[in-house]
């Protein structure tokens, strides 16, 4: 039962906050009543927008200041360490808070424009393909959520930033159910609760892999909630053998419209409930009660307006209702004639032991135009670029194979742990990174 047996508020019901005080433990209400006498003390009040600053080394602090915020009825925008200098004005300048505020202390008041009620949350794109933009989300766009995910055994680990919306959607689920919860900056698997969950990026999930094969045993969760990317099939496999009495959740969603789909263990993608799913010209467009309300620009709410929207994510759909993401259009490569879906091709290499990740980009090319370039971190070891070359052909048609190979020790990262694409791509063009030829001359 949700929030330790207290009744839930209704999902429709946007003025309650997203975790009511009785259901926090202790130490947290504790926490969320000091941010809230701060926040008051500093002006925050309903309708207004919230700039919470938290140093890297201690970012769950944030966590009463977001509870808070929402009490006060002001929506909260967690600012992301990682950020480049240019693409921090940029998310202030659309965001346009009232106040942005740091958990250590600081404090800075400004105008802000008209301000937005009902709001509860400001999560931002990613970045993984360029500069974030600010949306706008309501309460009962999570709390819908919540209950679609369900109950997870706890307690419930969440081992990343909570300015990534991957970890802090996990974080409040947790929070939501009633469940123990333990946060942490990264993944240690000494942390991993036996018998409960653990929220994971597919990085970390292989990362966790190799660990085990490395050192078996140990404790094991019950399950794993993976999501952010595409979990391959290979690294299916291996945490079926690995951590056998593990299910493997894994989700496809988007920060605009959350839950999209999900699938358990080998089974199909399958829509969430309440979530309808068309294709229209290879372009998937999603119709749910969980989408974002639109977009700041400036300090203005663009709406999303009503009907199905899309993020121009790639897809089929099944006869039998599942769902094939083959991938974001702004990353497929046209080499030779041929549209090569970068995520399809990451999803195939990915599974290659030795390997921690790998991000594929096209490269310039006299007479292809594009030559797929797969930039493979190295894991467990160095990657094998005959595996490699043998998985590619397994599982892609000639086309879609990767021409170029790089070995780099580490791919530039989000805050999210996701690969950041477009400090690849801006690399492999400028010449600057740093990676070398896999197994020799190319």
Do not use: N
């Not at 009490?71 to 942005?100: F, K």
């Amino acid at each position: 039962m949700s929030g330790a047996g207290i009744d839930a508020p209704d999902a429709d019901d946007d003025t309650a906050p997203v975790v009511p005080a009785p259901w926090l433990p202790r130490g947290l209400a504790d926490a969320v009543g000091a941010a809230g006498e701060r926040l008051s003390r500093l002006g925050v009040r309903s309708g207004q927008r919230v700039v919470l600053d938290t140093p890297t080394r201690a970012r769950w602090a944030v966590l009463p200041y977001l509870l808070a915020a929402d009490r006060l009825g002001a929506a909260s925008l967690l600012a992301d360490a990682g950020w480049t200098g240019r693409e921090r004005d940029a998310v202030l300048a659309d965001a346009a808070p009232h106040h942005v505020i740091g958990t250590d202390g600081r404090a800075e008041t400004a105008d802000g424009g008209p301000r937005t009620p009902g709001l509860f949350l400001l999560p931002t794109t990613s970045g993984s393909t360029g500069v974030p933009s600010v949306l706008a989300r309501d309460r009962r766009s999570w709390r819908i959520g919540f209950d679609i995910l369900g109950a997870l055994p706890g307690p419930v680990l969440v081992p990343g930033p909570p300015s990534s919306t991957l970890y802090l959607f996990g974080a409040l689920h947790a929070l939501h159910h009633g469940l123990g919860l333990v946060t942490r900056g990264r993944l240690d698997p000494t942390d991993l609760p036996d018998g409960g969950s653990v929220h994971l990026v597919p990085a970390q999930l292989s990362a966790l892999l190799d660990e085990r094969e490395r050192r078996p045993g140990g404790p094991a969760p019950q399950v794993v909630v993976c999501g952010g990317a595409h979990v391959a099939p290979g690294i299916r496999e291996r945490c079926a053998r690995l951590l056998p009495g593990t299910t493997l959740l894994e989700y496809y969603g988007s920060a605009e419209h959350s839950l999209i789909a999900t699938r358990r263990d080998d089974g199909p993608l399958r829509p969430v409930e309440g979530v309808h799913l068309t294709v229209r010209d290879d372009e998937l467009w999603v119709d749910s009660p969980q989408s974002v309300r639109g977009r700041f620009t400036r300090g203005e709410l663009v709406p999303a307006g009503p009907g199905p929207t899309t993020v121009g994510d790639r897809a089929e759909l099944t006869a039998d209702g599942g769902l094939t993401v083959l991938g974001r259009a702004a990353t497929t490569i046209s080499s030779g004639g041929t549209l090569v879906a970068a995520e399809e091709v990451e999803q195939i290499l990915r599974g290659v032991p030795g390997v921690g990740d790998v991000v594929v980009a096209g490269t310039p090319h006299a007479s292809l135009g594009m030559v797929v370039t797969a930039v493979v971190e190295a894991g467990d070891g160095v990657p094998d670029r005959r595996a490699l070359r043998a998985a590619a052909r397994a599982g892609l048609s000639p086309a879609k194979r990767p021409r170029r190979w790089l070995v780099t020790r580490a791919l530039p990262r989000l805050g999210s742990g996701k690969p950041a694409r477009a400090a690849v791509d801006a690399a492999l063009r400028d010449g600057t990174l740093d990676a070398v030829p896999l197994g020799g001359p190319e």
